[in-house]
């Protein structure tokens, strides 16, 4: 296996906050290489950014909707995405805990959503920003704020053991990071504090109105579809088409492959016990070394 398989193998079985890190972190890699590159030909490098942040400008969204979503990608400096993605990792984990991963990535782009449409608001309805020039929003704070408050507000006493501090309960870690954004507001970067507010809000209310048996996140599920495909394996779609239950006490071998009758009805007992965790508590539950053998087991047969 080379490099390169290695990389799309690993990629495949690690799990949806892992891939969403992922993902920001080679866009980031990405659009410094493009400056580089931009640099080097004398060529304007913000023409390809400004197509990708949010702006403040309510026309600026008309004829570039996608900015609603791809702002959430980009990130300004190593600390900026650093802190994101840290964040990201560790709430992120807790949240797969009592949420399934379709659920998180609907949380990460309806948190990106809400913090886009209240900066834009407030920009156009704050008194203090007006006569603000051009302006524009970019970073994935939004979204993880609505993880961080999400979790926060479905198990809000579960406790967390931080370096240095001890154990802090999940209601408090959310109530000091939505103080900070607060007090920071008058001091610089007001939109963007606002925006990490619209996504803590938009979490916050995901998770309670679940509580109460409605999904506000239903409308986005269709289009959710389509993304989710992005961070799947081909595989997930069709998991298990070359391993299957052994129905029969007979099964023709290769005759270039002749495993002992014991060898091989120890691995189809596995097979088959894995494929029954699956059926219970699906794909997900699976250890590393299961997903493994299954993945090397398929690609046996």
């Known amino acids: 296996m080379n490099t390169l398989e290695q990389a799309k193998y690993k990629f495949k079985m ?7 890190i992922v993902v920001n972190v080679v866009v980031f890699v990405l659009m410094y290489l493009f400056q580089v590159v931009f640099f080097l030909f004398e060529m304007p490098f913000n023409t390809i950014e400004e197509w990708l942040v949010f702006s403040k400008d309510p026309e600026d969204l008309l004829y570039k909707p996608w900015s609603i979503i791809t702002y959430a ?17 560790y709430f992120g984990n807790y949240f797969l ?41 970019l970073g994935a ?3 993880v704020m609505a993880i961080l408050v999400g979790i926060a507000t479905k198990v809000p006493n579960l406790g967390v053991r931080l370096i240095l501090i001890g154990t802090v309960k999940l ?20 939109g963007g504090h606002l925006a990490h507010l619209g996504g803590a809000l938009l979490g916050y209310l995901y998770v309670k109105q679940l ?19 992005l961070f799947s394996s081909s595989s997930k779609k069709k998991p298990f088409r070359t391993v299957h239950r052994n129905t029969s006490s007979r099964k023709t071998t290769p005759k270039s492959r002749k495993p002992s009758g014991q060898d091989k009805g120890d691995k189809q007992k596995k097979i ?13 539950s699976l250890s590393k070394d299961e997903k493994d053998f299954l993945f090397k087991s398929g690609n046996e047969d």
């Open 211 to 229: 509580d109460k048996g409605n999904d506000i996140g239903a409308w986005w599920e269709s289009l959710s579809d389509w993304f989710v495909g």
């Open 141 to 143: 704070s939004a979204s």
């Open 14 to 20: 690690a799990n949806v906050v892992e891939k969403l």
């Open 97 to 137: 805990t009592y949420f399934t991963p379709k659920r998180l990535l609907n949380f990460y782009f309806l948190g990106a959503i809400a913090g886009a449409l209240v900066y834009l608001l407030s920009y156009n309805f704050f008194p203090v920003f007006s006569g603000v020039g051009r302006s524009y929003m």
């Open 272 to 284: 088959d016990t894995i494929l029954d965790k699956i059926s219970k508590s699906g794909y997900d």
């Open 73 to 89: 990608f980009l990130h300004q400096g190593i600390f900026h995405i650093f802190f994101n993605m840290l964040i990201l990792y």
């Open 171 to 190: 209601w408090q870690i959310a109530a000091v990071f939505i103080v900070l954004d607060l007090v920071r507001m008058p001091l610089g970067n007001a």
